[in-house]
């Protein structure tokens, strides 16, 4: 049962972000150092190292730690440099804190009357805790929430308590004036809804955005880039896809070779690259040619490291070597292969039917001609898929952003290919959400699309 707020007096306790602090320098300067962010606070003198100790252990009552003006000079500096987290609570517990993400920055005064959530703004429980957390990419702080009855000041417009002593008393008004004061409450018809640079951005976008980027929050613990998180706690996924138990299309060979030696020059490839929308189905994509087109742009290479161990690589780059994205081509029409959804095996330069065509293909085809001008019917879509776990088992916050640039990186090694093929090709900007977790059967967190594009023959007159 969620106990009403109520007035009771508020307490105000202060801890440390970050516990990590050190006194470096010719001088002996007090310096906090978490992640990419340092700040110097003077020469380091006992009584700050005694302070900083104490504010790192736990929470420490305010009043308290304020009550010498050498203190408090020293608490505001902390403060305004976004080193201190401030709990609010009452004699039977804390109701929140808020926890800075980088230095403060002052919101206009007075506090309006009415607020709004953020749209930016997200509630949500993070990995390994119980208590929500409330954050948005515009704001200069975190807010965790102990108890559930503030959650109800979350919705709709909420008019900010008249209250004499707000915002140091009544709760519902403190919480509301913290919320806005970090950025995540807004006034009503603010910002958000009538600036260009706000309206343009979706919620998820900016988040991802954010998120996918360093930043000062480094310093809050949680970790970002190659960190193999997950080394320890979980096996990592396996190179090679599972096979799939459909019948085994070997593809041909090409001659590496020979392709050097008669190749159009890259100049020549880079300027004739052009997405072709049109396919001639009198003379279709042959068996030959999409499986030299799979080879150049996807095949497994293996070779050998520096102490002789195995190393695997494509012909196109990916963070760490790590190569999550996967093929799957939607053959609608093709000399030598027969319709149906297959998977390439890039280590065996192979593919294996998932399914034949049926309702699940020709979703994925519907789509991919939503996406062109022309509502091609495409000889072949290559549907690309990321397996997640790859690249998440060792990058923190930011894979997925790894997966869409390695998509873009496979985007230009394809049209390189085919433009030198002479083949029709054209990337899509979207495609089907679901469909493909529906014909192979894996799971969407597991492995689901992330791109798409269309090859086939190239008309004569283009």
């Given at each position: 049962?969620?106990?009403?707020?109520?007035?009771?007096?508020?307490?105000?306790?202060?801890?440390?972000?970050?516990?990590?602090?050190?006194?470096?320098?010719?001088?002996?300067?007090?310096?906090?150092?978490?992640?990419?962010?340092?700040?110097?606070?003077?020469?380091?003198?006992?009584?700050?190292?005694?302070?900083?100790?104490?504010?790192?252990?736990?929470?420490?009552?305010?009043?308290?730690?304020?009550?010498?003006?050498?203190?408090?000079?020293?608490?505001?500096?902390?403060?305004?440099?976004?080193?201190?987290?401030?709990?609010?609570?009452?004699?039977?517990?804390?109701?929140?804190?808020?926890?800075p993400?980088?230095?403060?920055?002052?919101?206009?005064?007075?506090?309006?009357?009415?607020?709004?959530?953020?749209?930016?703004?997200?509630?949500h429980?993070?990995?390994?805790?119980?208590?929500?957390?409330?954050?948005?990419?515009?704001?200069?702080?975190?807010?965790?929430?102990?108890?559930?009855?503030?959650l109800?000041?979350?919705?709709?417009?909420?008019?900010?308590?008249?209250?004499?002593?707000?915002?140091?008393?009544?709760?519902?008004?403190?919480?509301?004036?913290?919320?806005?004061?970090?950025?995540?409450?807004?006034?009503?018809?603010?910002?958000?809804?009538?600036?260009?640079?706000?309206?343009?951005?979706?919620?998820?976008?900016?988040?991802?955005h954010?998120?996918?980027?360093?930043?000062?929050?480094?310093?809050?613990?949680?970790?970002?880039?190659?960190?193999?998180?997950?080394?320890?706690?979980?096996?990592?996924?396996?190179?090679?896809?599972?096979?799939?138990?459909?019948?085994?299309?070997?593809?041909?060979?090409?001659?590496?070779?020979?392709?050097?030696?008669?190749?159009?020059p890259?100049?020549?490839?880079?300027?004739?690259?052009?997405?072709?929308?049109?396919?001639?189905?009198?003379?279709?994509?042959?068996?030959?040619?999409?499986?030299?087109?799979?080879?150049?742009?996807?095949?497994?290479?293996?070779?050998?490291g520096?102490?002789?161990?195995?190393?695997?690589?494509?012909?196109?780059?990916?963070g760490?070597?790590?190569?999550?994205?996967?093929?799957?081509?939607?053959?609608?029409?093709?000399?030598?292969?027969?319709?149906?959804?297959?998977h390439?095996?890039?280590?065996?330069?192979?593919?294996?039917?998932?399914?034949?065509?049926?309702?699940?293909?020709?979703?994925?085809?519907?789509?991919?001609?939503?996406?062109?001008?022309?509502?091609?019917?495409?000889?072949?879509?290559?549907?690309?898929?990321?397996?997640?776990?790859?690249?998440?088992?060792?990058?923190?916050?930011?894979?997925?952003?790894?997966?869409?640039?390695?998509?873009?990186?496979?985007?230009?090694?394809?049209?390189?290919?085919?433009?030198?093929?002479?083949?029709?090709?054209?990337?899509?900007?979207?495609?089907?959400?679901?469909?493909?977790?529906?014909?192979?059967?894996?799971?969407?967190?597991?492995?689901?699309?992330?791109?798409?594009?269309?090859?086939?023959?190239?008309?004569?007159a283009?």
């Amino acid at each position: 049962m969620i106990e009403p707020l109520t007035d009771a007096p508020l307490t105000e306790r202060l801890s440390l972000v970050t516990s990590v602090y050190s006194a470096v320098g010719e001088d002996d300067r007090l310096r906090l150092v978490a992640g990419s962010r340092a700040e110097t606070f003077g020469v380091a003198e006992t009584w700050k190292r005694d302070l900083l100790q104490q504010l790192a252990a736990g929470p420490c009552p305010a009043a308290e730690l304020a009550a010498q003006e050498q203190r408090a000079g020293f608490l505001a500096a902390l403060g305004a440099g976004g080193w201190l987290v401030t709990e609010i609570g009452r004699e039977k517990g804390p109701l929140y804190a808020v926890q800075p993400t980088r230095r403060p920055v002052p919101a206009p005064h007075p506090t309006p009357d009415r607020l709004l959530l953020s749209r930016f703004a997200i509630v949500h429980r993070e990995r390994d805790e119980r208590d929500l957390v409330i954050e948005s990419p515009l704001a200069w702080a975190r807010v965790h929430v102990h108890d559930p009855a503030l959650l109800g000041l979350l919705t709709g417009e909420k008019p900010v308590p008249a209250d004499p002593g707000a915002p140091a008393r009544a709760p519902a008004a403190r919480f509301l004036h913290d919320l806005y004061q970090c950025g995540l409450a807004v006034p009503v018809g603010g910002a958000e809804d009538e600036a260009l640079h706000l309206r343009q951005w979706g919620a998820h976008e900016l988040w991802f955005h954010q998120r996918s980027r360093i930043g000062h929050r480094d310093r809050l613990g949680s970790g970002y880039g190659r960190t193999r998180w997950a080394d320890g706690l979980f096996e990592p996924l396996p190179a090679q896809h599972e096979p799939y138990p459909g019948p085994v299309v070997p593809l041909p060979t090409p001659d590496l070779g020979q392709l050097r030696r008669v190749d159009p020059p890259l100049a020549a490839v880079m300027e004739d690259r052009r997405s072709i929308r049109a396919h001639d189905d009198d003379t279709p994509i042959t068996l030959e040619e999409l499986g030299e087109f799979l080879y150049r742009c996807a095949r497994m290479r293996f070779g050998s490291g520096p102490e002789g161990e195995r190393q695997l690589g494509r012909p196109y780059p990916s963070g760490g070597s790590v190569y999550e994205l996967e093929l799957y081509p939607v053959v609608r029409l093709a000399s030598g292969l027969a319709a149906g959804v297959y998977h390439y095996d890039d280590h065996e330069h192979a593919l294996r039917l998932v399914r034949g065509p049926g309702p699940g293909m020709s979703r994925l085809i519907a789509a991919a001609r939503r996406g062109t001008f022309e509502q091609l019917r495409p000889q072949v879509l290559i549907v690309v898929a990321a397996r997640f776990g790859r690249l998440a088992w060792t990058y923190e916050q930011m894979p997925y952003s790894l997966v869409l640039k390695h998509v873009g990186v496979l985007y230009q090694t394809m049209y390189l290919a085919a433009t030198a093929m002479g083949l029709a090709a054209c990337g899509l900007g979207g495609g089907d959400r679901e469909t493909l977790n529906e014909v192979t059967g894996v799971g969407y967190t597991h492995e689901s699309a992330v791109g798409e594009f269309l090859l086939g023959s190239r008309p004569t007159a283009r």
